[in-house]
């Protein structure tokens, strides 16, 4: 439907995003990885436009990607519905050490590709190149 608006203050099910996404894909003519590359870079024009201060207030994109929790948590507590909240807050954990930072992605929606994608262009933000590997993803384990 044309006519439907989406906002920040809703959590939509994962099926409907994946849906979204999927037709996005299609119209524009993508392969996957185009298309997770041409989301995460809109996605960084809209946040930069939107949440400058998320990213003016990180160090670097690790800073950032350690800080995401907590950042998508923020967004989560305007969510009227309890279980719509804890499903958003669950998304994501980070454990970080000297050498590395952990991100345990459970999100149900499996794009994985996906926060690649935004990882990379967000370190492109910051001038800065990322190794981002997967050690599970619903999507490479053959749950799409």
Not at 10 to 32: H, I, S
Not at 85 to 104: W, Y
């Amino acid at each position: 439907d044309p006519n439907i608006v989406y906002r920040l203050d809703r959590e939509y099910p994962d099926a409907e995003f994946n849906a979204l996404f999927d037709a996005a894909q299609a119209r524009l003519g993508l392969d996957r990885e185009a298309m997770y590359g041409a989301f995460a870079e809109a996605f960084l024009r809209s946040a930069l436009r939107t949440f400058p201060r998320f990213l003016d207030d990180a160090a670097g994109v690790r800073d950032l990607l350690r800080r995401q929790p907590a950042i998508h948590s923020s967004f989560a507590a305007g969510l009227r519905d309890p279980a719509d909240r804890r499903r958003v807050v669950d998304k994501f954990v980070t454990v970080s050490d000297a050498d590395d930072l952990i991100v345990d992605y459970r999100s149900a929606n499996r794009m994985c590709g996906l926060y690649h994608a935004l990882a990379h262009v967000c370190a492109a933000h910051y001038g800065e190149r990322i190794s981002v590997t997967t050690e599970h993803c619903a999507a490479k384990l053959g749950s799409e």
